[in-house]
C-alpha cells in the first residue's frame, strides 16, 4: 500500500469520526512497516493475529468498542476485554508535585505530552479524535513539525469554557470517564468476565 493508500481510514473504521485521516509523516511511517528492515515484526504479528482463537486487549470496551468491533469484524474473531489493571489510587500526589499544584486555582493547570515524556503517536490522535478528551496540535503535514504558537493555540482552546466550544466539550468528557473509571470494582468485574470468556471458548463448564 502506498502513503496516499494508507492516509485514508479503511471502510467501517471509525465511522463516529468519519473525517479522520493519517497526516501525511503518518501515513509515510506505517508504509515503513512494509520494508525489509521493519516487516519481520510485522510478519509475526499478522502471523499470531491469524492463528489465534480469539483477540484481547488490555482496554475497556466502553472506551473503544468501536475499535474492537472493527478487529473482531475484520479478522473474524472475538473480541475479549480485559480493562485496564492499574495500581490502585491513593489519593497523594507526590509532595513536590502537590506543592507546585497549590500555586494554581482549581481546574486551571492544562497537561501537555509534547514527545519529551511521551511520545504523540496515532493513539494520542484517537483520544483527541474520538474520545474528545483533548485538543491535537495542529502540525506541518509533510513532517508533523509544529510551533509554541501552535501550542498556544491547542491550550487556549481547551481551557476556553465560556462558550459551547471544544473546551466545555474536553471538560464533560473528562468527568464522563472519570466517572466510569473510578467506578467500584471495575478492574475486578473485567477480570472476571474475561475469565468466564476464556473458559467458554475453551469448553469448560
Same mark, same amino acid.
Given at each position: &500500500?502506498? /502513503?496516499? @493508500? !494508507?492516509?485514508?481510514?479503511?471502510? +467501517? =473504521?471509525?465511522?463516529? $469520526?468519519?473525517?479522520?485521516?493519517?497526516?501525511?509523516?503518518?501515513?509515510?511511517?506505517?508504509?515503513?512497516?512494509?520494508?525489509?528492515?521493519?516487516?519481520?515484526?510485522?510478519?509475526?504479528?499478522?502471523?499470531?493475529?491469524?492463528?489465534?482463537?480469539?483477540?484481547?486487549?488490555?482496554?475497556?470496551?466502553?472506551?473503544?468498542?468501536?475499535?474492537?468491533?472493527?478487529?473482531?469484524?475484520?479478522?473474524?474473531?472475538?473480541?475479549?476485554?480485559?480493562?485496564?489493571?492499574?495500581?490502585?489510587?491513593?489519593? &497523594?500526589? /507526590?509532595? @513536590? !508535585?502537590?506543592?507546585?499544584?497549590? +500555586? =494554581?486555582?482549581?481546574? $486551571?493547570?492544562?497537561?501537555?505530552?509534547?514527545?519529551?515524556?511521551?511520545?504523540?503517536?496515532?493513539?494520542?490522535?484517537?483520544?483527541?479524535?474520538?474520545?474528545?478528551?483533548?485538543?491535537?496540535?495542529?502540525?506541518?503535514?509533510?513532517?508533523?513539525?509544529?510551533?509554541?504558537?501552535?501550542?498556544?493555540?491547542?491550550?487556549?482552546?481547551?481551557?476556553?469554557?465560556?462558550?459551547?466550544?471544544?473546551?466545555?466539550?474536553?471538560?464533560?468528557?473528562?468527568?464522563?470517564?472519570?466517572?466510569?473509571?473510578?467506578?467500584? /470494582?471495575?478492574?475486578?468485574?473485567?477480570?472476571?468476565?474475561?475469565?468466564?470468556?476464556?473458559?467458554?471458548?475453551?469448553?469448560?463448564?
Amino acid at each position: &500500500m502506498t /502513503e496516499a @493508500d !494508507l492516509s485514508h481510514a479503511p471502510p +467501517g =473504521f471509525l465511522s463516529s $469520526s468519519p473525517g479522520f485521516r493519517l497526516h501525511a509523516h503518518e501515513a509515510r511511517e506505517l508504509e515503513m512497516l512494509g520494508y525489509p528492515s521493519r516487516s519481520y515484526f510485522h510478519r509475526r504479528l499478522c502471523k499470531s493475529v491469524d492463528q489465534s482463537d480469539a483477540l484481547c486487549f488490555n482496554s475497556f470496551k466502553e472506551m473503544e468498542r468501536e475499535f474492537g468491533d472493527y478487529i473482531s469484524t475484520l479478522y473474524q474473531k472475538p473480541v475479549l476485554w480485559a480493562g485496564v489493571v492499574a495500581k490502585p489510587y491513593d489519593g &497523594m500526589l /507526590e509532595p @513536590d !508535585l502537590e506543592g507546585w499544584l497549590k +500555586g =494554581f486555582n482549581p481546574r $486551571s493547570v492544562v497537561y501537555c505530552a509534547l514527545g519529551s515524556e511521551n511520545v504523540i503517536n496515532l493513539s494520542m490522535r484517537l483520544m483527541a479524535a474520538h474520545l474528545k478528551v483533548g485538543v491535537e496540535i495542529v502540525k506541518r503535514e509533510e513532517d508533523g513539525f509544529f510551533t509554541k504558537e501552535d501550542v498556544c493555540k491547542a491550550i487556549l482552546a481547551v481551557m476556553e469554557l465560556e462558550s459551547e466550544g471544544v473546551g466545555k466539550v474536553v471538560r464533560a468528557n473528562h468527568e464522563k470517564w472519570k466517572d466510569f473509571l473510578l467506578k467500584d /470494582e471495575l478492574e475486578d468485574s473485567y477480570i472476571n468476565d474475561l475469565v468466564g470468556n476464556l473458559q467458554d471458548l475453551m469448553g469448560y463448564d
